[in-house]
């Protein structure tokens, strides 16, 4: 099994080259970069546009959305998301 990219102290950002937004045309979050588009789905988009946002820790990212989302038990989803957009290239860890 691989390391971990993320810890709770990891500030996500958005990787060089990506630019995220909403596209009205597609109804929904996408991810921009030279090549074309990520459509994102509502899950990923509420979790980027955190990271677009501003810059925090995993663990203020992770307390703001149980806030959004009353309180739900997200962790291991977040993380798991975090380290796939890592691996996709989308997001790096400052």
Known sequence: MSE??????SVPVLAQG????????????VLLYPEGMVKLNPTAGEILKRVND???????LIAELKEAFNGADLDDDVYRFLEEAHGNSWIRAE
């Open 4 to 9: 971990e990219i993320f810890k709770s102290d």
């Open 18 to 29: 990506y630019r995220f937004q909403w596209e009205p045309a597609q109804d929904c979050f």
């Open 54 to 60: 501003k810059k925090q820790t995993v663990v203020e």
